[in-house]
């Protein structure tokens, strides 16, 4: 069963068409990397699959136990994010409201989820420091560790290597795969890193306000003559 379906989805603003008659599913397990040039609805397909953006026409549905406000989200940082004034541990922990409900404050699982998802990204050792002082990787690392206390089924992941050297995207690459592969998240990632984004992808959906290609990574290698798609953000 599908975690997500979109269904002949349909995203307008003020008349003009963002997205238009996008059909996919995610699978659990999957890794589906979305391409495609400015302008083309990557970033308003990821806030409808949010649950933030309601379509025009068409239907997205969440199977096997998902819920829209239990999906992993890291954004693409800004220079404000960057600068947080806040410990590591509060950046994780805050991953946690939506699961909170009506409780006003953390409880003894919410402390535990997040000290969890830190040791599993290598930066519980930081746990007390301020998430500004943190290099590049390491701070893409923490906005993970918070992705992964809302879910343990999908995160979606917006230019997740943007700003960070090739070493720490490699890393970070990797620890996006263990995730995929070790522990059975979901991935959907937003690139337009189309040679790292795919070397661990299974799927790849190529937007240009509609869909130009839905498939696997091979099919579209074959499709597409190396370099014949873009993705410049």
Known sequence: MALMAMNDVTIAFEGTVAVDRVSFEVNPGDYLVIVGENGSGKSTLIRAMLGLVRPRSGRIAYGDGLVKNRIGYLPQQTAAQRDFPASVEEVVLSGCVNRMGTRCFYNKSDRQKA????????????????????????????????????????????????????AAAAELYDVIR???????????????????????????????????FFGGVQDYRTKFAEGAVTARG
């Open 178 to 212: 263990d995730l995929n592969r070790k522990h059975g998240v979901a991935v959907v990632m937003v690139s337009h890193d189309l040679g790292g984004a795919m070397r661990d992808a299974n799927k790849v959906l190529v937007m240009n306000r509609g869909m130009d």
């Open 115 to 166: 000290e969890a998802n830190m040791a599993l990204l290598d930066v519980l050792k930081y746990r007390k420091k301020s998430f500004r002082t943190l290099s590049g990787g390491q701070q893409q690392r923490t906005l993970l560790a918070r992705a992964l206390c809302a879910t343990d089924a999908m995160l979606l992941l917006d230019e997740p290597v943007t700003g960070l050297d090739p």
